[in-house]
Nanobody, 111 residues
Framework: VQLQASGGGLVQAGGSLRLSCAVS????????IAWFRQAPGKEREGIAC????????VYSDSVKGRFTISRDNAKNTGYLQMNSLKPEDTAVYYC?????WGKGTLVTVSS
């Protein structure tokens, strides 16, 4: 099983980025997908999740209203659309499916 996260980069505050998580080696459509992030010196936190059966979504308070999680089962890919980015969103972002983790992609938001 492999998860490849991409789409991170440097963006100014107020800007947007779209992260992707390409998944291979498992039945993607049967799995929930989650995004986590870890800022320097802080613990990893879960920020968004989309379930497999009805595409219900859950967000942490820190990103609710600004981030949108989605999935494309035909492409075995999950997404995290991040809008109105803030400097405190700076972190390494990881995707998670079942017990599997991607390597992470760095998002840096400048003020």
């Amino acid at each position: 099983v492999q998860l490849q996260a991409s789409g991170g980069g440097l963006v100014q505050a107020g800007g947007s980025l779209r992260l992707s998580c390409a998944v291979s080696g498992l039945t993607f459509g049967n799995s929930a997908i989650a995004w986590f992030r870890q800022a320097p010196g802080k613990e990893r936190e879960g920020i968004a999740c989309i379930v497999s059966d009805n595409d219900d979504t859950v967000y942490s308070d820190s990103v609710k209203g600004r981030f949108t999680i989605s999935r494309d089962n035909a492409k075995n890919t999950g997404y995290l659309q991040m809008n109105s980015l803030k400097p405190e969103d700076t972190a390494v972002y990881y995707c998670n499916v079942n017990v599997y983790w991607g390597k992470g992609t760095l998002v840096t938001v400048s003020s």
